[in-house]
């Protein structure tokens, strides 16, 4: 069945340094794909999106993602986080094979000490 | 900066009693979801409605699931009997074209005790 891994359930880094959190699907083609973020008790936040073309996109708030094709991967990044980065984080993904809506992975917890 | 909007943000309600959480989607916006957060577990698709009919559902999507777009605006979504383990975040969302990214509003939580 079509699915989106995030491996990573918690990940602590301290204010200021660098993060990746890891993200890996299932599918036969080239998917759209996002990443999403939930802070306590709010709703969810598009980060960024890859629909096509050049494989680094750039979100908000500093984020980036880069999609590899060879690993079916879209992981995230940000070269330095900062403490209101604490949240949830989701990737998704939608294509044919999903059924055109998104389907989301577990999320991945961030945790920032300072 | 236009947003999707949900009402209540939370509601109580007995088991076996019926539910409405209601939703307005941006208004350009012609794709309609209803996905749900179990607490502490993934999100999970619900229903998907477009021209007024839905256009895909899930297994959780059962006859005690309804949705409705009443008039322009609103995106509703019905549990005629709630159950204890309807108890979740519900989130409506909105896109402007199928397949593209959709807006997300801030949720309901449901508890049903």
């Not at chain 1, 918690?10 to 890996?24: P, Y």
């Not at chain 1, 996002?34 to 979100?59: A, E, I, N, R």
């Not at chain 2, 975040?89 to 199928?98: D, G, N, P, Q, R």
Request: hydrophobic share 35%.
């Amino acid at each position: 069945a079509q699915s989106v891994t995030q491996p990573d359930i918690h990940i602590t880094v301290s204010e200021g340094a660098s993060l990746e959190l890891r993200c890996n699907y299932s599918y036969g083609a080239t998917p759209y794909l996002f990443w999403y973020v939930q802070s306590p008790g709010q709703g969810l936040q598009l980060l960024l999106k890859y629909f096509s073309g050049d494989t680094l996109v750039q979100g908000i708030k500093g984020f980036e993602a880069e999609f590899k094709r060879s690993q079916s991967s879209f992981n995230l990044r940000k070269p330095s986080v900062h403490w209101s980065d604490a949240a949830e984080y989701f990737c998704a993904v939608v294509g044919a094979e999903y059924g055109n809506k998104l389907v989301f992975g577990a999320g991945t917890i961030l945790r920032v000490k300072s | 900066e236009p947003e999707v909007t949900q009402t209540p943000s939370h509601q109580v309600t007995q088991m076996g009693q019926e539910v409405i959480l209601r939703c307005v989607p941006i208004s350009n916006h012609l794709y309609f979801y209803w996905y749900r957060q179990i607490l502490g577990q993934k999100v999970e698709f619900l229903v998907s409605f477009y021209n007024n009919e839905i256009s895909e559902k899930s297994e959780i999507f059962d006859d005690q699931f309804s949705v409705e777009r009443p008039d322009g605006s609103n995106f509703t979504l019905k549990i005629r009997s709630t159950k204890l383990e309807d108890s979740a975040m519900y989130f409506c969302a909105s896109s402007e074209l199928e397949s593209t990214e959709a807006f997300f509003g801030q949720g309901t939580r449901l508890t049903v005790v």
